[in-house]
């Protein structure tokens, strides 16, 4: 699986949890710095946690910290993303791909999953 297929979003409301995953091949999970992309309505995909392959270091965007939580089985050639505390401006698709990566020419993104946090 080249190309990963992220699911577990959905409609929440503000404070509510979700828990993302993420399948994917090796070639991510094995060789790169596998992490999770927000793209809210109108704006870019930007990056927002990474999690190391070689040593479990986890990285959070500052707007996440605390409240979210990546993790990763390479096992099961997943990563995951805990997510605790939503708030409005969590909603968006959510993405998984290898952190570093430039998003404007990355070509090798996922479907994505929808979270929509909401009253």
């Known amino acids: 699986q080249v190309q990963p297929v992220e699911s577990g979003g959905g409609l929440v409301q503000p404070g509510g949890s979700l828990r993302l995953s993420c399948t994917s091949s090796?070639?991510?999970?094995?060789?790169?710095?596998p992490g999770w992309f927000h793209q809210a309505p109108g704006k870019e995909r930007v990056q927002i946690s990474c999690?190391?392959?070689?040593?479990?270091?986890?990285y959070y965007v500052d707007s996440v910290k605390g409240r979210f939580t990546i993790s990763m089985d390479n096992a099961k050639e997943t990563v995951y993303l805990q997510m605790d505390n939503l708030k409005i401006e969590d909603t968006g698709v959510y993405y998984c791909?290898?952190?570093?990566?430039?998003?404007?020419?990355?070509?090798?993104w996922g479907p994505g999953t929808q979270v929509t946090v909401s009253s």
């Open positions: 999690i190391s392959t070689k040593d479990g270091s986890t």
């Open positions: 791909g290898p952190c570093g990566v430039r998003v404007d020419v990355y070509d090798s």
């Open positions: 090796r070639f991510i999970l094995d060789y790169y710095t």
